[in-house]
């Protein structure tokens, strides 16, 4: 539908109180390209992007978030506490002086409500006050249930939380002041743009964070130097090249998430942790994984464990050296540790130097929000949308790590690019967030199940590899073990249980910020901060009340660390340069199996 020509268009300045016949024919064309927008969406149906599988109605209800009401008796019990409040934002909102608000107080520090057209608005700023005072109820009358134990408790207040989050006035057109002031400033625009974006998340199954052309895997994130020297079905083994002269003759060897792309660690210069270790002297490896397909339905613990003995047996032989340094990564960490186990099982356990994990958790007891997605009904949804292809689709992981932090995640994007109609800023960390990959059925169920609910990996004998019964409490490898203070993935209460399993020296660094920043904080960029406490001692809070705080990166304590575990420097030549040695190069760096979808 072609758009009126902009000599027909009403001027910005026109405040006729009766809509000239420009006006008129703006918004019947506003109306018109709306229209065909939904027409041509539901005749090109998916498009490129298969759609997601639907799944019983009944494992919904169950999600976290779905049933909110249960408990009828005690929400309206609350309902009784918010009238005198209520009726002080009336009295504030006809003009009367009820005092101080500590309702108000709230709003005032709510970003959501930040603007000034929130407070300068009579009606707004009664909106606003009547919301946060009726979310301030509705997660206090959680605590005040009683019969409920502990873990139905939190499975409530995450409900609670993400309806209070999902009902804001700021999310929905007629009651944001800014979304009112952008239509009429654009003459509805706002609102078509906006539609535009949220028919193409609806297309691709999934919301959009950041400019999807901004980034290119190799082009501008992912493009440090390196080879692929080794592909086996389920990964790519990349070596990057040398930068210095001399570089420490033990190796490292990365294993990132298999949920996530690798490049999380190679994001831009400025931010790559594998740049910056290549700088600082150190051969470099990275095992990236391949995005599961219909072949993969079968895999299991076995085949993630045994691929990565497989990547230190294959940097072991190339570099002819006796041992490596490894490095996991959040749920690779978690398999790092079973590597671990069954290396000392088999008296191999020489054939690593050192193992250091990344917000990586062994011991599931106290594992935060994520449990609450792993009840009989929510594993029965999860083995329902991977029974026909054999493999979950990334996008339902993808949302559930959004649900985490919706207000963040979901309902912001809602507000600035579906109602405000906002160019999506261009973000690498939220590029690769966005960059899902398919996880193999049966392993991502089991690994739910037997880890996070079942806790046996911390079981002597609770997890088989490969035949063999492995236990956490025999590893004695040296292991450096960094937690985020404000992860919400991996709390830094379960990632310190590492702690109480491993009978190794072990060195424990709880970071500034989350799951993601507080992992990649490069130094020269002089953010956030660590901890660090010299003394045993046997709780976290005991470890932050006896821990030094450092300004900016923990990676240079690290390295020093490493350094210590290390046997001298080799000269950069020969099998240390991707390709130069007895495995010739396979394709440059970063690989395909990295983009493939």
Not at 85 to 114: M, V
Not at 203 to 213: A, E, S, V
Not at 404 to 429: A, C, H, K, Q
């Amino acid at each position: 539908m072609a758009e009126p020509d902009a000599d027909t268009r009403p001027k910005a300045e026109s405040a006729a109180a009766i809509p000239t016949l420009a006006e008129m024919q703006h918004w019947t064309w506003v109306m018109g390209r709306a229209q065909q927008l939904m027409m041509e969406h539901v005749a090109k149906g998916w498009g490129e992007a298969p759609p997601m599988k639907a799944a019983d109605p009944k494992a919904f209800a169950q999600w976290p978030g779905m049933n909110l009401f249960a408990y009828p008796g005690q929400i309206a019990k609350a309902q009784a506490d918010m009238w005198s409040e209520g009726l002080a934002i009336w009295q504030r909102a006809l003009g009367g002086d009820a005092g101080p608000s500590e309702i108000e107080e709230k709003a005032a520090k709510d970003k959501r409500f930040a603007a000034s057209q929130w407070r300068e608005n009579p009606l707004f700023d009664m909106i606003r006050q009547t919301y946060i005072l009726i979310s301030d109820r509705l997660l206090g009358s959680v605590d005040a249930i009683e019969g409920v134990d502990d873990k139905g408790r939190e499975k409530l207040r995450f409900a609670t939380r993400a309806f209070v989050d999902a009902m804001s006035p700021s999310n929905f057109a007629l009651t944001n002041p800014l979304v009112l002031e952008k239509t009429l400033e654009t003459k509805g625009e706002n609102l078509l743009k906006g539609l535009e974006n949220m028919l193409r998340d609806l297309g691709q199954g999934q919301l959009t964070h950041t400019d999807p052309q901004a980034f290119e895997v190799g082009r501008n994130i992912a493009t440090t130097p390196g080879k692929v020297i080794r592909q086996t079905p389920l990964y790519q083994l990349i070596q990057y090249a040398p930068t210095t002269d001399q570089v420490d003759e033990t190796p490292v060897v990365i294993f990132p998430p298999w949920i996530n792309r690798f490049y999380i660690l190679d994001l831009n210069p400025k931010k790559s942790f594998i740049r910056w270790a290549v700088e600082q002297g150190l051969t470099v490896f990275v095992v990236s994984w391949k995005s599961a397909d219909e072949g993969m339905a079968d895999l299991t613990l076995d085949d993630y464990v045994l691929a990565q003995i497989d990547a230190i047996d294959t940097i072991r032989d190339l570099l002819k050296v006796d041992d490596v340094h490894t490095i996991g990564y959040c749920v690779a960490g978690t398999t790092l540790a079973a590597t671990l186990a069954l290396l000392e099982a088999r008296d191999e356990a020489d054939k690593v130097a050192s193992a250091t994990f990344l917000t990586a958790q062994v011991d599931f007891s106290e594992a935060g929000d994520l449990t609450l997605f792993l009840g009989d009904e929510q594993m029965q949804l999860i083995q329902q949308l991977s029974a026909d292809k054999g493999y979950m689709d990334g996008r339902y992981m993808a949302a559930t790590f959004n649900l985490l932090r919706g207000r963040d995640l979901i309902w912001s994007y809602v507000t600035n690019n579906y109602l405000m109609g906002e160019d999506y800023t261009p973000f690498d960390l939220l590029h690769w967030n966005s960059d899902t990959t398919n996880l193999p059925a049966k392993w991502h169920q089991a690994y739910l199940r037997d880890f996070y609910r079942d806790n046996r990996l911390v079981q002597p004998g609770g997890i088989v590899v490969d035949g063999t019964p492995i236990n956490l409490t025999r590893v004695k490898i040296p292991a450096y073990v960094q937690a985020g203070r404000e992860d919400h993935i991996a709390p830094p209460q379960s990632v310190w249980k590492i702690t109480h399993h491993f009978q190794g020296p072990l060195r424990f660094v709880l970071a500034g910020s989350g799951h993601i920043a507080g992992v990649v904080n490069p130094p020269d960029a002089q953010k956030y901060q660590y901890w660090i406490n010299e003394e045993p001692v046997v709780s976290l809070e005991e470890y932050v009340a006896g821990a030094t705080e450092t300004k900016g990166s923990w990676w240079p304590d690290w390295r020093h660390w490493i350094e210590r575990k290390s046997d001298g420097n080799v000269p950069a030549k020969g099998a240390r340069v991707p390709g130069k040695g007895r495995l010739k190069a396979l394709e440059d760096a970063p690989g395909s199996y990295v983009k493939a979808r």
